[in-house]
C-alpha cells in the first residue's frame, strides 16, 4: 500500500484566485497522477505529473489553469489558477506503485469550494 | 477511447443480503485490468477486487466477488453478507497497461447498506 497526504482537505476560495494542493508519499513511487471529482460525477484524469519535466496532460486540461510540479518521487503539487465556481470539486492524488499490477491509491482528496 | 457505465446511479441492500452492482465497458484492448473501487462518505478511495483481462477466473476477495464475461465486456461486483462498513460510492475502472496507466471510471454506484 501507500500512504499519501494532501493538504489543505478543504479549503474555499474566492474567485479568481489561485491554491496550490500538496501531496506526500510515503515512500517513492513511479507514476502520480491528479485527478477531479465533481459534485456527483465520476474522477477525471488531469494530468500524469513527471518527475524532472512537465506534467501530460489529459484532453479538456491545460498547464496554464492547472500547472503541476514534481520535484522528487515523493512529492508534486496542483494548482488551480484563476479559479471560478466551475473549478469547485474534489482534488485526487493518486499513486501507481506497481505497474505491472495496476493498482491506484488515492489520497483522501481536497475538496475545494469557490465563491 | 475506452468507456465505462454504470447504469445504477443509486442502490440499498439489507444488512446481511447480497447485492450486485453492475459495470459495462466498450473497448477493442484484449489486455487489460478491471477494478473495482470503494469510496466511504468522507473517506479516501479504496481497491475493492481486481480482475486481469486473461484471466478466466473470476477475482473473490472475502465477501466480494466479480462476475466477469469479458465476451459480453460486462464485470459486475456481488456483496454477499452485506455489512453497514459497506455504504459507499462504489466505481468501477477500466485500465490499460503499458499506457501510462491510464485508468477510465465509471459513474459510481451510490450502495446504502439498511441495518
Known amino acids: 500500500s501507500a500512504v499519501i497526504s494532501q493538504k489543505p482537505s478543504r479549503d474555499i476560495c474566492q474567485r479568481g484566485t489561485s491554491l496550490t494542493i500538496q501531496c506526500q508519499v510515503d515512500?517513492?513511487?513511479?507514476?502520480m497522477f491528479w485527478y477531479r471529482q465533481q459534485p456527483g460525477q465520476s474522477l477525471t484524469l488531469i494530468a500524469t505529473?513527471?518527475?524532472?519535466?512537465?506534467?501530460?496532460?489529459e484532453s479538456g486540461f491545460v498547464i496554464d489553469k492547472f500547472p503541476i510540479s514534481r520535484p522528487n518521487l515523493t512529492f508534486s503539487t496542483l494548482t488551480v489558477s484563476n479559479m471560478s465556481p466551475e473549478d469547485s470539486s474534489i482534488y485526487l492524488c493518486?499513486?501507481?506503485?506497481?505497474?505491472?499490477?495496476?493498482?491506484?491509491?488515492f489520497g483522501e482528496g481536497s475538496r475545494l469550494t469557490v465563491l | 477511447a475506452q468507456t465505462v457505465t454504470q447504469s445504477q446511479p443509486e442502490m440499498s441492500v439489507q444488512e446481511a443480503e447480497t447485492v450486485t452492482l453492475s459495470c459495462t465497458y466498450d473497448?477493442?484492448?484484449?489486455?487489460?485490468?478491471l477494478f473495482w473501487y470503494k469510496q466511504p462518505p468522507s473517506r479516501q478511495m479504496i481497491l475493492v477486487i481486481r480482475q486481469e483481462a486473461y484471466k478466466q477466473q473470476n477475482a473473490t476477495e472475502n465477501r466480494f466477488s466479480v462476475n466477469f464475461q469479458k465476451a459480453a465486456k460486462s464485470f459486475s461486483l456481488k456483496i454477499s453478507d452485506s455489512q453497514l462498513g459497506d455504504t459507499a460510492m462504489y466505481f468501477c475502472a477500466f485500465m490499460r497497461p503499458y499506457t501510462g496507466n491510464q485508468f477510465y471510471f465509471g459513474t459510481g454506484t451510490s450502495l446504502t447498506v439498511i441495518p
Open positions: 505529473a513527471n518527475q524532472g519535466s512537465e506534467a501530460t496532460y
Open positions: 473497448t477493442s484492448e484484449n489486455n487489460y485490468y
Open positions: 515512500s517513492q513511487v513511479t507514476m
Open positions: 493518486s499513486v501507481a506503485r506497481d505497474l505491472n499490477t495496476g493498482e491506484l491509491f
